[in-house]
């Protein structure tokens, strides 16, 4: 069996290091900036970034329809941080002046940006995670955390009494980065989701 065509939404944040971190977990990894690169992918990562900036590209670049699009249809997705901020169906403080984070309705909860402060406030930490042996090791960048989620959504983590990583169906969110670690679960797990045996 080939290895899925996962694509890593390459229009800002941590693109180069998902690429590794997926091709480590068995995928064939490939960055996307276009519609057609959209389209040819079995899966897709959203990386950590600013989401705002990310929803701002997504619209001039025409992706954020068709991003919409495929995940309504049932396109496995993995989003890290900004990731899992644009994956919500709510966001909370998402910012003004036409630099919103938008979301694209994918999981269903409410997430709040920059929930545990500024870049200053950025933290690291061993968690429990559902499905996975053994502590995680998270590393916090002026992160979101999850306020709401739905009677569909499995929580796998928290942290500091918040929930921090999320499934619905074939969407993983977290609120932290596994790409900066030597870690690979995570991404093991998502390409697992993709391939249909998780």
Known sequence: MSPPRVGVLALQGDTREHLAALREA??????????????????????????????????????????????????PAYGACAGMILLATEILDAGANGREAVPLRAIDMTVRRNAFGRQVDSFEGDLEFA??????????????????????????????GHIVAVRQGPMLATAFHPEMTGDRRIHRMFVDIVNGRS
């Open 26 to 75: 068995g995928a064939d990894p490939i960055p996307v900036r276009r519609r057609s690169e959209l389209d040819a992918v079995d899966g897709l990562v959203i990386p950590g970034g600013e989401s705002t900036t990310m929803s701002h590209l997504l619209r001039d670049l025409d992706l954020l329809q068709p991003l919409r699009a495929r995940l309504a249809g049932g396109l």
């Open 131 to 160: 499905g996975l042996h053994g502590a995680v090791h998270a590393v916090f960048i002026r992160a979101p955390w999850v306020e709401r989620v739905g009677a569909d959504v499995q929580v796998l983590a928290r942290a500091a």
